[in-house]
């Protein structure tokens, strides 16, 4: 049966799963073979086969059903891809996509929190505090709270115990605020306990040598999110973590000896527990998103826009993107690929997940863009009056680096690029022929100016893919099925975003638009007077040359926005590197 219709089936289950027919028949399905026209009604199934069927259905919702490490339908020690395989999908596959039953035996599936808590031992962490309250402006972190606090005063706080519990959390509401421990190196949270590096093998997606070190660890409670923003560097894995076991919960519930309302009683929403939903939208929406490099972090891109919750009045554009939603769910391992913008919510109680960045050929380039970039926002916002109070500076970068520091770091950068670019010419034919195993070395999302000129750092994947080269015909050669589900743009109908995604054909999941068309240039990003439309002349002002209640005087922000936009850094990278070669 067609995946689709699967799915639709799949929507209804909970009205006629009613008989042994009904368990053969996802069992077929789960393991895709043909749906025969006579079932036997005295058939057996365990809980787990009718859980490991449920867990390869894609719904339409684009809810992707948890398939856990407690039953797989093929077994924990059998994956689905091998690592070769596996690894060539994630460095040629330019859409989002969910691998499923990949990841069974890994340790780290049983990361709930307080696993977590006893692993960590009363050691501390740093919470990011925002408001639950949706507003028309992305709650960057900017304008967020932190604490200090341990993980057992998370849980105290996210259970509602009392507050002396919850340590620093009782300042804040638990109905009013959310909490999230984001960006936790693995590497420095454990840093006395390395032998827990091993509980994640990224080795099963191609990659050896890279495990939980090369790992980074999201811990958050309801509400908690990350604003839209894209990647400068890498591609991303993503494993949703299990809690408490999905399986375990389920069967428990499903298997009852109720007759003939063996399943009815059961909901969908029975197996979404510890769940992250995320928005994802493809590099060719980037003017649509109206990028900014305020508040300045490297490696980030942040939008002005709200997807959550957009304000269409000063982002008409908004309308244009096209929303990939996906319910990532423990067990799961997302796929964002390159400048992919993604926008993360959690959605339940709480959730965990470990992600790493997977460092690209093309990161040297997109290093020398964000020395430039840097070059720029820190000249142009450092020159500006102190008293303006403007937080342009995300709280994860220590301080603003001077004139001379950032001219170093882009001549590094430069130096950098040429000599990598050289050894890629020797060692491509070598490593397409032998799959040289790839270096170990920190995760590259946040490694801020740690540009070597070592031969090593030159050996990176290569993934220098572009619309020109990953077409249509390219895309249906990814085997997708039951363990690899594509992520697909949400229709006007389904859209869960105020702005509606508008439908795309298969020509709108490549990066036909990257580097393309430069969009409108938008107007201040600040809530004063403002003019709903950028393209106000300048001879409608007052008289006496004030700007009128349609147009705000232009601030150093957005004339940072047009020179640091991406597509303009990315020209000015190559007219950089031009002059370097000279």
């Known amino acids: ?44 199934f365990s809980p787990a086969a009718v859980i490991s069927a449920l867990g390869c259905l894609h719904m339409q919702n684009s809810v992707v059903w948890p398939v856990t490490h407690g039953c797989h339908t093929i077994g924990e020690d059998v994956k689905p891809f091998t690592p070769e395989k596996t690894r060539e999908i994630v460095m040629s596959l330019q859409q989002p996509a969910v691998f499923c039953n990949m990841v069974g035996d890994w340790p780290a599936l049983h990361w709930d929190v307080k696993h977590l808590s006893a692993m960590l031992d009363g050691k501390t962490i740093q919470f990011r505090i925002g408001l639950k309250a949706m507003d028309l402006v992305p709650q960057f972190e900017t304008s967020c709270s932190y604490v200090k606090a341990t ?125 992250k939903r995320w928005h994802l939208f493809p590099p060719g929406d980037t003017s649509f998103l109206y990028p900014t490099r305020i508040p300045y972090e490297e490696s980030s891109i942040f939008s002005k826009v709200n997807v959550a919750n957009p304000d269409l009045k000063r982002f008409p554009e908004f309308k244009n993107t096209r929303a990939h939603v996906v319910t990532l769910s423990p067990g799961q391992v997302l796929l964002v690929p390159k400048h992919w913008w993604h926008y993360v919510e959690s959605i339940d109680p709480i959730t965990v997940s470990i992600n790493s960045w997977i460092e690209l050929d093309s990161d040297h380039e997109a290093r020398v863009e964000e020395a430039i970039t840097r070059t720029l926002v820190c000249a142009l916002k450092s020159a500006e009056s102190s008293s303006d109070g403007d937080p342009w500076l995300n709280p994860t970068e220590v301080e603003a680096t001077s004139h001379e520091v950032n001219l170093q770091y882009l001549n590094q950068a430069v130096s950098v690029y040429f000599k990598c670019q050289k050894a890629n010419v020797s060692e491509q034919a070598h490593r397409s022929s032998s799959g040289a195993e790839q270096e170990t070395r920190a995760p590259c999302k946040r490694r801020k100016r740690q540009v070597s000129c070592e031969p090593q750092d030159c050996q990176l994947l290569n993934h220098e893919f572009s619309s020109s080269t990953f077409k249509a015909e390219e895309l249906q050669k990814i085997p997708f099925g039951p363990h690899l589900v594509q992520v697909l743009p949400q229709s006007q109908e389904t859209s869960s975003l105020g702005a509606g995604a508008v439908a795309s054909d298969d020509r709108d999941l490549l990066h036909e638009n990257e580097g393309g068309h430069f969009g409108k240039l938008h107007c201040t990003r600040k809530q004063l007077v403002m003019s709903n439309d950028c393209t106000t002349p300048a001879n409608q002002m007052d008289s006496d040359s004030s700007p009128n209640a349609l147009q705000a005087a232009l601030s150093t922000n957005d004339l940072l926005d047009c020179l640091v936009n991406p597509h303009v850094i990315r020209l000015v990278a190559q007219l950089l590197l031009e002059r370097a070669r000279v």
């Open 1 to 44: 049966m067609p995946a689709r219709r699967a799915s639709h089936f799949a929507v209804h289950w909970s009205v006629h799963c009613v008989t042994g027919e009904c368990f053969s028949f996802l069992i077929r399905l789960c393991h895709c073979s043909p749906v025969v026209s006579h079932y036997s009604s005295k058939e057996s």
């Open 151 to 275: 993980l057992e005063e998370f849980l105290a706080w996210s259970s509602g115990q009392p507050s002396s519990l919850s340590g620093p959390f009782s300042c804040f509401e638990h109905s009013k605020y959310w909490a999230y421990a984001d960006y936790k190196y693995i590497a420095r949270i454990f840093e006395d306990k390395e032998e827990v590096f091993q509980d994640v093998r990224w080795s099963d997606f191609g990659f050896p040598g890279r495990s939980g070190k090369e790992s980074t660890l999201w811990i958050g409670s309801e509400g908690a999110n990350t604003p839209c923003h894209l990647d400068s560097y890498g591609c991303n894995l993503v494993l949703q973590i299990q809690g408490r076991s999905l399986v375990e919960c389920a069967a428990e519930t499903l298997w009852k000896p109720l007759g003939t309302a063996l399943i009815a009683a059961v909901s969908p929403q029975d197996f979404l527990w510890h769940q």
